[in-house]
Nanobody, 128 residues
């Protein structure tokens, strides 16, 4: 069982920044691919970004490219999402997720079906 705890959400004005963190339990975090998803009210959950367990590969949804950065610190069992130039349409609950069986050190999943464990989510609200 892997527990994921997100933090760092909040209310920010458009153009501002937030940094989300997700801490994972256990000793095998360094072998998990990780992803960040978001879900706005009335909408489906979308992938935002993903990173391989080695950190060598990552993915960004088109709507965040150039604004968000995913990173990880395996020594601290933590994955981050740095969010800059935030827009009102970025308002959503943000979830981190762990894929405990990635294919190799460069793999990541872009579908939520590829993830085994999920955090409880953290609310991000961007005001205009």
């Amino acid at each position: 069982q892997v527990q994921l705890v997100e933090s760092g959400g909040g209310l920010v004005q458009a153009g501002g920044s937030l940094r989300l963190s997700c801490v994972a339990s256990g000793r095998l975090f360094s072998r998990y691919a990780m992803g960040w998803f978001r879900q706005a009210p009335g909408k489906e959950r979308d992938i935002v970004a993903a990173i391989s367990w080695s950190g060598s590969s990552n993915y960004y949804a088109d709507f965040v490219k150039g604004r968000f950065t995913i990173s990880r610190d395996n020594a601290k069992n933590t994955v981050f999402l740095q969010m800059n130039s935030l827009k009102p349409e970025d308002t959503a609950v943000y979830y981190c997720a762990a894929d405990t069986n990635p294919g190799n050190s460069h793999d990541y999943e872009t579908s939520d079906y590829g993830y085994d464990y999920w955090g409880q989510g953290t609310q991000v609200t961007v005001s205009s």
